[in-house]
């Protein structure tokens, strides 16, 4: 247990190394060191760098009013998109958590299609692009002879709320930091809510105003009949259709299936029309091209209204069909208008709208004081911990150390490399952790002591102190790492800052104690062979 061959000393100092290269960033500027060093150290926590806390839920109900509204148009393309002898007349409506489609032409006898209508649309379930669940992820059903119901099943609800969750935390991550440069964390909290922390960002109100949008981009054909405008305005709407305006439109009569939506965009960019005013650059998917040609082709004359949350922002006229799939929007925006609306448009549409629960603001300044505290207490603990160890236990002590100051650095190299965040709890348990280190060193060194008390010499009592106290130390420590993880799967946010660092420094502090440690006890006793040791 004694025998440190050249592979294993080259291993340990290897180990040393790394740690060393790791945690340079965190005490000297990289900015200017060779390509292959480390050039960014621990990533600070909220409570620590000072930013913004948010906590947001979205709604079920509204997760399955959207996915049966997705699921309308393809029920749209099932019954109409076909040859017009296959044509099925149909009016779709999104009831809460219904989708209610009433058949609306009769053969000569009076009999609705009903039965054909449902072999199409059961076609559909199951198959359409993004369906959850498989083949039961709608319940569909006749109701009477002229309506069929869609609803989502309480099987398959479970599943969506996942799936929303999923994509609500991936387009929340594209529309804080499109460029993905940004330190924010984003974790799931239960099945509906979303805790959002963004170190170093000053304006909440920014995060909340990018985040409080739908993001539901739909192209509309518009019925721009005068007579329909104005019944509309009275309160008689024409059914499937509704009354929407914008800052440059007035009101108007918008279809309520659109005929392109958001999923279809493949990109979105803020650039500069020909007189260097922003606008919004956006190119469709080939499925959207597709879509897009289509309908310009079969709908000249028509204007075409581009929506976003409810609000037209542009309703060109289609005079010719257009293919290729690249838009424009223009309108009266500033530069940081247009660059926020493009990553609203690029991240894509919520899967429901998200409501505030908690917000928090750290200031700068309380995480600066926060860094001095926790660097004062560590340094402190560190200072006190080494004056008891070589007070107690003499040059044995100075050794330990010595190894506890590289389970320090191991620790800041480990949360360097691993891109973990370093929060206020994490600095208690970087503390914890450098009495968890010593309390290995004393179990070792109490058994040395007694080893020397049975009469044996300083070799073989240093290998029966560390043979003995293997069990103990390892017992004690797998045990709190057990505890670290079940903190880390089940905590959020500071906790499981807390967690990380403990676990780490548990598995440092195994490493320094019973390698480290022993490595220098062994070249000291190999290089002055002491007839007792000062233990």
Same mark, same amino acid.
């Given at each position: ?12 100092l290897?180990?040393?190394a ?6 340079l ?24 760098? +000072? ?75 199951g ?30 609800e ?7 969750l ?14 993905? =440069? ?11 809510r ?9 304006d ?7 985040l409080?949008?739908? +993001?539901?981009?739909t ?14 305005q009275?309160?008689v ?26 999923s ?18 956006f ?6 091209s ?20 409810d ?11 257009i ?6 929007i ?50 402190i ?16 002590? +100075? ?29 208690? +348990? ?7 280190a ?23 009592? =240093? ?31 500071p ?11 548990? =598995? ?28």
């Amino acid at each position: 247990m004694l025998q440190f061959p050249p592979w294993k000393v080259a291993l340990i100092l290897l180990a040393l190394a790394w740690g060393v290269v790791m945690a340079l960033p965190n005490v000297v500027n990289m900015d200017n060191a060779p390509g292959f060093m480390p050039k960014k150290g621990v990533n600070l926590g909220l409570d620590l760098q +000072g930013g913004v806390y948010l906590m947001m839920e979205i709604d079920p109900d509204e997760v399955i009013a959207n996915r049966l509204e997705v699921f309308a148009g393809d029920v749209r393309g099932a019954l109409s998109n076909v040859s017009p002898s296959e044509r099925i007349g149909h009016l779709p409506e999104v009831k809460g958590r219904e989708l209610e489609i009433k058949l609306t032409r009769p053969d000569a006898d009076g009999n609705f299609p009903l039965d054909e209508a449902l072999r199409r649309i059961r076609k559909l379930n199951g198959s359409v692009e993004g369906a959850i669940g498989g083949a039961k992820t709608y319940e569909i059903e006749a109701r009477g002879n002229d309506t069929i119901i869609v609803s989502v099943p309480q099987t398959s609800e479970e599943a969506l709320m996942k799936d929303a969750l999923g994509k609500t935390m991936t387009i929340v991550r594209r529309r804080v930091d499109p460029d993905g =440069v940004s330190e924010i964390s984003i974790t799931p909290q239960g099945n509906s809510r979303i805790i959002l922390e963004a170190p170093g960002e000053p304006d909440p109100q920014r995060l909340k105003d990018l985040l409080s949008r739908d +993001g539901k981009m739909t192209f509309n054909l518009v019925d721009n009949s005068p007579s329909a405008i104005t019944a509309a305005q009275s309160g008689v709407v024409k059914p499937g259709y509704r009354l929407l305006e914008g800052p440059t439109t007035g009101p108007l009569l918008v279809r309520n299936i659109p005929e392109v939506v958001g999923s279809d965009i493949a990109n979105a960019a803020q650039g500069f029309d020909e007189a260097n005013r922003p606008q919004i650059n956006f190119r469709l998917n080939s499925n959207g091209s597709r879509k897009f040609y289509n309908t310009t082709r079969s709908n000249s004359g028509k204007l075409f209204a581009i929506v976003l949350d409810d609000v037209i922002m542009s309703a060109p006229r289609i005079n010719e069909p257009i293919p290729g799939g690249s838009v424009r929007i223009t309108g009266d925006f500033t530069q940081e208008e247009a660059q926020d609306l493009a990553a609203i448009i690029e991240a894509g549409e919520m899967p429901a709208k998200v409501q505030f629960l908690d917000q928090r603001t750290v200031s700068p300044t309380l995480g600066h004081d926060s860094i001095r505290a926790g660097t004062r207490a560590s340094m402190i603990g560190l200072a006190l911990v080494a004056i008891f160890m070589i007070v107690a236990y003499g040059l044995m002590g +100075g050794l330990a150390v010595g190894s506890l100051a590289a389970n320090i650095i191991l620790i800041l190299g480990a949360l360097s490399g691993l891109g973990a965040t370093l929060t206020l709890p994490g600095i208690a +348990g970087i503390i914890l952790t450098i009495g968890m280190a010593v309390d290995a060193n004393v179990l070792v060194f109490e058994r040395i002591r007694e080893e020397q008390r049975a009469g044996r010499s300083p070799m073989t009592a =240093v290998q029966a102190g560390y043979e003995r106290a293997l069990s103990t130390i390892l017992d004690a420590n797998i045990t709190t790492l057990i505890a670290a993880v079940i903190l880390y799967l089940l905590g959020s946010g500071p906790v499981k800052g807390f967690a990380v660092t403990l676990a780490i420094g548990i =598995v440092t502090s195994v490493f320094t104690a019973f390698v480290v440690t022993r490595w220098f006890t062994v070249m000291w006793l190999k290089a002055f062979r002491p007839k007792k040791l000062a233990v």
